[in-house]
């Protein structure tokens, strides 16, 4: 789950009233170029097979990648690269069937559908709204939860680097995590008040160039370190079950393993914002056509990237590898490259924050916005001029309302600051809402698909086994948060 940022113009339109109205289009809304499509909203779009390829590639190699060692690790040479499998057939398979949701009724020639919440209200009805939207938004800011904290570890692997580096292995190098996560929220704020990531376009590039590039480091220290191991690690079942050092007890077992299943998830999530994908592509020829091209693409090729950097790490690391893969090479040398590696890690989740903030961001607003359509609070904006940056439209409601967000992620993430165990909750939560049921649903509802058919069994049947994977996955993570808590003290985390 990386950076991307496909805010369309035409929703902006929606939130406009005639009085705002300049020449068509809503004030401040003229500076981006764009057409009337046949559903008569502004919209340019010259998307291809390629760019969508690239966005879905950008969406999914995120942070969620560096817990993939860890995942093989608790099942397996044969287990571990199979259920990375499963999981990339699940993803391109739902993806496809909601590849054809983008229009409706017809999926050529019906009418468009730009979010991911516009298919379902087209396709499901309002009930199965409100409960994707509870389900996306409650997703969305227990990302940026995990992003707070997946910031703050990069940000202290850095420091006990440079300590043992400077100090010597045997340095008592304990650095606590809450200094980082403070300031991580503090940058948070500053770049939360900027109206929409529109303006954030140049942060959104540069946090995909360094996901990108943490994902390559690792894969190359693996490999190096690999070489200089000279054998492979890990075994056939993953840990052992057992009661020497190293050897889990068979729960302990069975809640890792059910763990790394939420992880998995959440390194494939990207369904989400698939529909906003589509909604870049030209036509003819027909959009559901090009996604499906892009999407094997993107799949395949973020597949081969997940199996290489899991398989390298546990065959590197073996059945210690680590939550966080380049955690398991900080103090290797060359130590700068690790650091940069973080360094990256920390650049890329301050764009990939605001990224997953600004949509919940934007629901609360607008649903402030109708529901106080005369306040002066809420609507009047105060022109602050921002060196580099330029006129930044400065509101009191939205200053106010996006600080208290940041902060309580930050407490949160203080609150909880268990790497692993928060990425397999949120992927577990989000896998099968989002990925599996409701694209399944939104098909069979547009194809009309007959009840008890062999093939509505089938995707049914797709359907309740992923939705067993997910509270299996959710069950295993939240075991992992309580015997976290047993010896956790809160606010007094250190490394």
């Keep these: 789950m990386a950076v991307q940022s496909f805010r369309m113009v035409n929703s902006e339109l929606q939130n406009h009233t005639n009085s705002e109205i300049e020449n068509g289009l809503p004030k401040g809304l003229q500076m981006f170029p764009g057409e009337i499509d046949e559903d008569n909203n502004v919209h340019h779009r010259n998307g291809t097979v390629w760019t969508a390829a690239a966005h879905i590639i950008t969406a999914v190699i995120g942070s969620g990648v560096l817990s993939l060692a860890w995942s093989i690790a608790q099942m397996g040479w044969i287990a571990g690269p199979i259920v990375l499998l499963f999981f990339a057939y699940v993803t391109y398979h739902t993806s496809i069937l909601l590849a054809d949701c983008y229009r409706s009724p017809d999926p050529v020639t019906g009418k468009r559908n730009q979010t991911y919440m516009d298919a379902i209200r087209a396709n499901l009805g309002p009930v199965q709204v409100w409960m994707c939207g509870f389900v996306q938004y409650t997703n969305l800011w227990a990302t940026a939860v995990g992003y707070t904290i997946t910031a703050a570890i990069s940000a202290v692997a850095i420091k006990r680097s440079d300590c043992f580096h400077s100090s010597g292995d045997n340095a008592p190098c304990h650095i606590s995590n809450n200094p980082y996560m403070a300031g991580f929220g503090v940058v948070e704020i500053i770049f939360s008040q900027v109206p929409d990531f529109d303006r954030l376009?140049?942060?959104?590039?540069?946090?995909?160039?360094?996901?990108?590039?943490?994902?390559?480091?690792?894969?190359?220290?693996?490999?190096?370190?690999?070489?200089?191991?000279?054998?492979?690690?890990?075994?056939?079942?993953?840990?052992?079950?057992?009661?020497?050092?190293?050897?889990?007890?068979?729960?302990?077992?069975?809640?890792?393993?059910?763990?790394s299943l939420g992880n998995i998830a959440f390194a494939y999530s990207f369904s989400m914002i698939l529909i906003e994908i589509q909604d870049t592509l030209k036509s003819p020829p027909a959009e559901n056509k090009t996604m499906k091209k892009a999407t094997l693409i993107g799949v395949c090729t973020t597949t081969f990237f997940y199996m290489t950097i899991g398989c390298v790490g546990y065959a590197t690391f073996g059945n210690s590898a680590p939550g966080n893969l380049l955690t398991g090479f900080g103090f290797y040398n060359p130590y700068w490259l690790v650091d940069f590696a973080n360094a990256c890690i920390v650049v890329h989740l301050v764009g990939a924050y605001q990224v997953y903030?600004?949509?919940?961001?934007?629901?609360?607003?607008?649903?402030?916005?109708?529901?106080?359509?005369?306040?002066?609070?809420?609507?009047?904006?105060?022109?602050?001029?921002?060196?580099?940056?330029?006129?930044?439209?400065?509101?009191?409601?939205?200053?106010?309302?996006?600080?208290?967000?940041v902060i309580a992620t930050t407490i949160v993430a203080m609150l909880l600051p268990f790497f692993n165990d928060?990425?397999?909750?949120?992927?577990?939560?989000?896998?099968?809402?989002?990925?599996?049921?409701?694209?399944?649903?939104?098909?069979?509802?547009?194809?009309?698909?007959?009840?008890?058919?062999?093939?509505?069994?089938?995707?049914?049947?797709?359907?309740?086994?992923?939705?067993?994977?997910?509270?299996?996955?959710?069950?295993?993570?939240?075991?992992?948060?309580?015997?976290?808590?047993?010896?956790?003290?809160?606010?007094?985390?250190?490394?």
């Design 201 to 259: 376009w140049w942060l959104s590039i540069v946090a995909a160039i360094m996901s990108f590039t943490y994902s390559t480091i690792g894969l190359g220290l693996g490999i190096g370190k690999l070489i200089e191991n000279k054998h492979l690690r890990g075994t056939i079942t993953g840990i052992s079950i057992g009661h020497a050092t190293g050897e889990l007890s068979k729960a302990q077992k069975g809640w890792q393993v059910l763990q």
């Design 422 to 495: 928060v990425v397999g909750l949120v992927g577990a939560y989000g896998f099968w809402p989002l990925t599996v049921y409701f694209p399944i649903e939104m098909y069979i509802n547009q194809k009309k698909i007959v009840p008890w058919t062999s093939q509505w069994i089938g995707l049914e049947t797709l359907s309740v086994f992923c939705l067993l994977i997910s509270i299996a996955a959710g069950i295993g993570s939240i075991e992992g948060i309580i015997q976290d808590l047993k010896h956790y003290t809160p606010f007094k985390t250190t490394y």
């Design 357 to 405: 903030s600004q949509p919940l961001f934007a629901v609360v607003e607008n649903w402030a916005s109708k529901k106080w359509p005369k306040s002066r609070f809420i609507h009047h904006e105060y022109i602050v001029d921002v060196p580099c940056y330029g006129a930044l439209p400065l509101n009191l409601f939205r200053l106010i309302w996006r600080t208290i967000f």
